[in-house]
């Protein structure tokens, strides 16, 4: 199905199995099509199995599953972690997000939905069009999702992974002082900077 979630945000159709499951309301219609990019500006990180729920993928009316490889490539994608399944979490982001982007001015009282307006200008715009920015190379936290010749990379340990669908196949040495295009929205880089720790799926012959 199509139902997988690139590091750009794009749902893609893919037999492989995500690590993460997630959610941005209803995107499908009566044949399980994909029809619209999101419906809502939460865009959620969710556990794969929460008290023993079971779904039936993309059944009629009911939120569309989606699916990430790792973390990482879910937030670069534009989505946060989920306050019912995964509420330790949650919390910390918010919390990290906070110490991270003190420019909005926002504290704990400050609603979700707060950053999530955050969060949705800097993930997709009026267009429907990813949002990018650019960062020198020597400040990016692990995590990062970056370009590299038109291809996703994500940073861990002052390396770059090359991203594909089925995981990390190779890696490079992060070029020193230069100026990259990343793709992980810039207030989640400024949490991941305060320290939220995001989960990097590298399988360890790749390492």
């Known amino acids: ?20 499951m997630g ?6 219609n009566d044949t399980k ?5 999101f419906k809502l500006k939460a865009w959620l990180t969710c556990l794969l199995s929460f008290k023993n729920r079971k779904r039936m993928i993309m059944a009629p009316w009911q939120y569309t599953e989606l699916f990430f490889y790792d973390e990482a490539t879910a937030f670069a994608g534009g989505h946060r972690p989920c306050f019912e399944c995964r509420r330790q979490d949650y919390k ?3 919390s990290y997000w906070l110490a991270g982007n003190k420019k909005y001015r926002f504290n704990e009282k400050t609603s979700i939905a707060e ?3 955050i969060l949705h200008k800097e993930r997709i715009d009026s267009k429907g069009n990813k ?19 038109n291809d996703p990379y994500v940073v861990k340990n002052k390396h770059l992974y090359h991203w594909t669908i089925n995981g990390y196949d190779k890696k ?6 230069v100026v990259l295009m990343v793709l992980t929205p810039a207030s989640t880089l400024n949490a991941f900077r305060a320290g939220y720790t995001p989960q990097i799926g590298i399988d360890k012959t790749v390492e």
């Open 92 to 94: 910390k982001f918010k």
């Open 23 to 28: 959610n941005r309301g209803q995107l499908h």
């Open 131 to 149: 949002v990018t920015h650019f960062e020198n190379s020597n400040n990016l936290p692990d995590g990062s999702f970056v370009l590299m010749n």
């Open 1 to 20: 199905m199509q139902n997988r979630v690139d590091p750009f945000g794009n749902i893609i159709d893919s037999k492989s199995r995500g690590q993460w």
């Open 115 to 117: 950053i999530d307006n």
């Open 33 to 37: 099509n994909i029809v619209r990019p």
């Open 172 to 177: 490079i040495n992060v070029p020193a002082n």
